[in-house]
């Protein structure tokens, strides 16, 4: 069974960085796409950033410039690199991975909270 695992997440105060990690079961190339999605309290998930299976990446225009997406496919690994946190970035962070075969696989979520 493919499982997502993220990590990384906590307290911050505002203009840090942190890094959340998203450890696969599995080859991340099992994966067309792996992305980090953000729902804050009282608001949809959303689209954070993605990397497809060829490297390609993007990113929500809130967080372009500020967050890094990658991949370390040694260690079944995607990470995502926060920088110039604010308190809007607060939320849980969950990482998703949609395999080329169809089936979409979440993690459990880890919280980042931002303190101004």
């Known amino acids: 069974q493919v499982q997502l695992v993220e990590s990384g997440g906590g307290l911050v105060q505002a203009g840090g960085s942190l890094r959340l990690s998203c450890a696969a079961s599995t080859n991340t190339f099992t994966f067309n796409i792996m992305d980090w999605y953000r729902q804050a309290p009282g608001k949809q998930r959303e689209l954070v950033a993605f990397?497809?299976?060829?490297?390609?990446?993007n990113y929500a225009d809130s967080v372009k410039g500020r967050f890094t997406i990658s991949r370390d496919s040694a260690k079944n690994t995607v990470y995502l690199q926060m920088n110039s946190l604010n308190a809007e970035d607060t939320a849980v962070y969950y990482c998703h991975g949609r395999a080329w075969y169809g089936s979409d696989y979440w993690g459990q979520g880890t919280q980042v909270t931002v303190s101004s």
């Open positions: 990397i497809s299976s060829g490297d390609s990446t």
